[in-house]
C-alpha cells in the first residue's frame, strides 16, 4: 500500500528560506526524488505561518520509506535540520488511490 508522508518544519525565526535553499543545493530533494519507490516529494511554505516548512511525500511502500530513512541525504538532512529547525512533526497515512 502506498504512504503519504506529510512532515512539518518549524524554523527559527526568519530562516526559512535559508533552510529550503539549503535542501535544494545540497541536493538532498533531488537525490529522494531519484530514489525507488518515490512518487512525490515536494516543499510548500505555509500561508499562515512564516516559519513553517511543509514536505509532501508519496512512496510506492512503507518499506520504501524505510529505504528512504537510511540513505546519506536523509542523514544529510537529519544533521542540517540541527542548524535551522526547532521542531519536527512527522504525519504518515496510507493511501490506496492518487488523484490528479
Do not use: C
Not at 13 to 21: H, I, L, N, T
Not at 28 to 52: H, L, Q, T, V
Not at 79 to 91: A, N
Amino acid at each position: 500500500m502506498k504512504r503519504l508522508v506529510e512532515v512539518h518544519y518549524y524554523i527559527k525565526p526568519g530562516k526559512r528560506q535559508a533552510f529550503y535553499d539549503a535542501i535544494l543545493s545540497s541536493g538532498i530533494a533531488d537525490a529522494a526524488r531519484a530514489e525507488d519507490g518515490n512518487e512525490k516529494y515536494d516543499y510548500y511554505f505555509s500561508p499562515d505561518n512564516e516559519n513553517e516548512l511543509i514536505l509532501l511525500e508519496i512512496w510506492s511502500s512503507a518499506e520504501a520509506v524505510q529505504f528512504h530513512m537510511e540513505t546519506p541525504h536523509y542523514k544529510a538532512l537529519t544533521e542540517l535540520k540541527k542548524e535551522y529547525v526547532t521542531e519536527t512533526i512527522f504525519k504518515r497515512y496510507e493511501i490506496t488511490e492518487i488523484y490528479s
